[in-house]
């Protein structure tokens, strides 16, 4: 299973951002597929999941009502969407997938996830 991460850059404050996961090597049938970040000194942290089973979304406070997962059934991808972005977003953003379908609980556990992509960088100016 591989994850290649897309789409990072530099952009002002209130600027949009659209990062895409392509995943390969496995069905996303029963899986859950989700973005986390890390920023400079600090722990990687979950932005949003995606439940491949009900179409069932997640996002982390912070992010709410300005980020939007989806999914391309036909590419086998995961695409986050990125609005009104702040300094504070600025992170290395990581998609990750279980190899499985995670309780609501769960979905925000890093520990949760099987595999990783590369991460790209999100660099966000005041």
């Known amino acids: 299973v591989q994850l290649q991460a897309s789409g990072g850059g530099v952009v002002q404050a209130g600027s949009s951002l659209r990062l895409s996961c392509v995943v390969s090597?496995?069905?996303?049938?029963?899986?859950?597929v989700a973005w986390f970040r890390q920023a400079p000194g600090k722990e990687r942290e979950f932005v949003t999941a995606?439940?491949?089973?009900?179409?069932?979304?997640y996002y982390a406070d912070s992010v709410k009502g300005r980020f939007t997962i989806s999914k391309d059934n036909a590419k086998d991808t995961v695409t986050l969407l990125m609005h009104s972005l702040k300094p504070e977003d600025t992170a290395v953003y990581y998609c990750?997938?279980?190899?499985?379908?995670?309780?609501?609980?769960?979905?925000?556990?890093?520990?949760?996830?099987?595999?990783w992509g590369q991460g790209t960088q999100v660099t966000v100016s005041s």
């Open positions: 090597g496995r069905t996303f049938t029963r899986d859950t």
């Open positions: 995606f439940r491949w089973s009900d179409n069932r979304k």
């Open positions: 990750a997938a279980a190899g499985r379908t995670l309780i609501m609980s769960t979905v925000g556990d890093l520990r949760e996830y099987a595999y």
